[in-house]
């Protein structure tokens, strides 16, 4: 008997068939709910972040600074201007001021190292259209977010654009309300796409081990 001929089950190379196609269903609709978060714009990324006052064009320049590390969101907790948008091929430069930050793009593109050193500077440059979403990981639930709009896109403000500005200097509670919840969805987010991911590799391996102990079983002849 050939190792994927087994009767009533599935061999080996038809496991390996089922979990690999089970693999890129369940990626397929992860890549699919960056883009579509790309193209719906902002939704609620500024919902929390209080000095946060609408997208500055900084179109028509090869070079933008950003400060990290500015005032806002109680504290040296803030990315200062926290929302551009720039032509492509535009160089963006990350210059901290004051406490201990970092820059991490939301989908991984890049991260710049955990640092408190003043006048340190990242770079990064953008080639291609979109919305770029980043964030300082130990502070981001207190609101220290970004982003990079690229090039001449519609970009929907989502809830931010009702405007926190009060929160610009001011304490958090409300804030860190708005960062947990985005938190907590994540993780939701996270187990539901593991169990997807999970569930037909299980069961792959039910029907090949049934398929295996209906080989052992003795034939009956008549």
Not at 109 to 120: A, K, Q, R, V
Not at 173 to 198: R, V, Y
Request: proline share 3%.
């Amino acid at each position: 008997m050939t190792e994927n001929g087994t009767r009533g089950g599935m061999g080996r190379r038809d496991l390996l068939k089922a979990t690999g196609a089970a693999g890129i269903a369940t990626a397929a609709p992860a890549a699919a709910g960056r883009a579509r978060a790309q193209e719906d714009g902002f939704g609620n990324w500024f919902e929390n972040v209080g000095n946060y006052d609408g997208i500055q064009d900084q179109t028509g320049t090869d070079q933008v600074t950003v400060t990290v590390g500015s005032q806002a969101n109680g504290g040296n907790f803030g990315f200062d201007p926290a929302a551009i948008r720039v032509d492509p091929g535009t160089e963006i430069v990350w210059e901290w001021r004051a406490g201990s930050h970092n820059v991490v793009h939301q989908d991984g593109d890049f991260e710049s190292e955990l640092t408190n050193e003043e006048g340190f500077t990242f770079t990064q440059t953008f080639e291609e259209e979109g919305i770029n979403l980043y964030f300082c990981s130990p502070h981001q639930q207190t609101g220290m977010k970004g982003a990079v709009v690229v090039g001449d896109i519609e970009v929907d403000e989502g809830s931010a654009a009702n405007g926190n500005q009060e929160g610009g200097e001011g304490g958090n509670g409300e804030q860190e309300d708005g960062g947990n919840t985005d938190s907590t969805e994540t993780m939701l987010i996270g187990a539901s796409m593991l169990a997807a991911f999970l569930s037909p590799i299980a069961f792959a391996i039910f029907l090949f081990s049934r398929g295996d102990r209906t080989d052992n079983e003795p034939t009956a002849y008549r």
